[in-house]
C-alpha cells in the first residue's frame, strides 16, 4: 500500500507545480520595436524569448543561457518574469 501511495504522489505532484504552464517558446515577434511590449503582455517567467541585444540586461534570466540568434543582433534567452528596474541615478 505504500508503493501504490508514493506512486500517486509522484504522479500528482507535477500538477501542482507554482507557476501556471512556464517555458514555452515565446519568439518571433515580427514588428521591430515593439517586443519590449509583446513579451510583457504575452510571455511568463521560464518562458523562452526572442529580443534585441540592447533588451538582454532588462529582460533575461542571468542564471540560464543567453544565445545569439542571428546576425542582426537577435538573441534567445529565458525571460525574467518582468523587466529589470534601473538603479537610479546610473542611466
Do not use: S, W
Amino acid at each position: 500500500m505504500k508503493t501504490l501511495a508514493k506512486l500517486a504522489l509522484l504522479l500528482f505532484l507535477p500538477t501542482c507545480y507554482g507557476e501556471e504552464d512556464q517555458g514555452k517558446v515565446c519568439l518571433h515577434i515580427p514588428e521591430k520595436g515593439v517586443e519590449t511590449v509583446k513579451i510583457k503582455h504575452n510571455c511568463i517567467k521560464g518562458d523562452i524569448i526572442q529580443l534585441n541585444r540592447r533588451n538582454i540586461a532588462n529582460f533575461c534570466d542571468f542564471n540560464k543561457a543567453i544565445v545569439q540568434y542571428d546576425e542582426h543582433d537577435q538573441y534567445i534567452c529565458v525571460y525574467l518574469g518582468e523587466k529589470r528596474a534601473l538603479r537610479e541615478g546610473t542611466n
